[in-house]
T-cell receptor
Framework: NAGVTQTPKFRVLKTGQSMTLLCAQD?????MYWYRQDPGMGLRLIHY???????AKGEVPDGYNVSRLKKQNFLLGLESAAPSQTSVYFC?????????????FGPGTRLLVL | AQKITQTQPGMFVQEKEAVTLDCTYD???????LFWYKQPSSGEMIFLIY??????QNATEGRYSLNFQKARKSANLVISASQLGDSAMYFC??????????????FGKGTLLTVNP
């Protein structure tokens, strides 16, 4: 049982390049989330999904796109990377609409945009 | 809208002493949940403790306890008998139910705790 995994662990991009971050979970969770973490800012929600085939915008969605073609996978895409997107990206998953439920986090992806 | 405020960017504590990390929140929801996460230098997010808005007792999990004062909208984390391994960033987060926010966690900016030997 791997939990939540993220690929890649680290990536360097040049401004304008594109890339996709992959998140996979093996807990059969309906809900999946993408956050970014910047120094002094905590975690901020980029996009989330409440089930296969659904996506919704979070707090800071600009410059990102997501897809949830399979229940276990949630992809985060950067079409044209900018230095402001240098950050640590966390994926998380959860079972659903219970207030008390914690989210299960992946190990994070460090992205540097030059 | 929900907001979490952690006013202590950094805290220091001596090993074996207790420490309190502050968290205040703002929400118009009547029902909500409060969470604390630990992020060590290795980067992973570790769930520590949960408190529901209707819970009458303060939550406890081993050396962690949550000092929940609903009227003051505060949910402070207390770590007893600090250990060197407690050195980490600590995040307070909440989840409410209004406006579809029941799916999402709102995080504070975090407090960096350093435990000195």
């Amino acid at each position: 049982n791997a939990g939540v995994t993220q690929t890649p662990k680290f990536r360097v991009l040049k401004t304008g390049q594109s890339m996709t971050l992959l998140c996979a979970q093996d807990m059969n969770h309906e809900y999946m989330y993408w956050y970014r973490q910047d120094p002094g800012m905590g975690l901020r929600l980029i996009h989330y999904s409440v089930g296969e085939g659904t996506t919704a915008k979070g707090e800071v969605p600009d410059g990102y796109n997501v897809s949830r073609l399979k229940k276990q996978n949630f992809l985060l895409g950067l079409e044209s990377a900018a230095p402001s997107q240098t950050s640590v990206y966390f994926c998380a998953s959860g079972t659903g609409a219970s207030i008390s439920e914690t989210q299960y986090f992946g190990p994070g992806t460090r992205l540097l945009v030059l | 809208a929900q907001k979490i405020t952690q006013t202590q960017p950094g805290m220091f504590v001596q090993e074996k002493e207790a420490v309190t990390l502050d968290c205040t929140y703002d929400t118009s929801d009547q029902s909500y949940g409060l969470f604390w996460y630990k992020q060590p230098s290795s980067g992973e997010m570790i769930f520590l403790i949960y408190q529901g808005s209707y819970d009458e007792q303060n939550a406890t999990e081993g050396r962690y306890s949550l000092n929940f004062q609903k009227a003051r909208k505060s949910a402070n984390l207390v770590i007893s008998a600090s250990q060197l391994g407690d050195s980490a960033m600590y995040f307070c987060a909440m989840r409410g139910v209004s406006g579809g926010s029941n799916y999402k966690l709102t995080f504070g900016k975090g407090t960096l705790l350093t435990v000195n030997p």
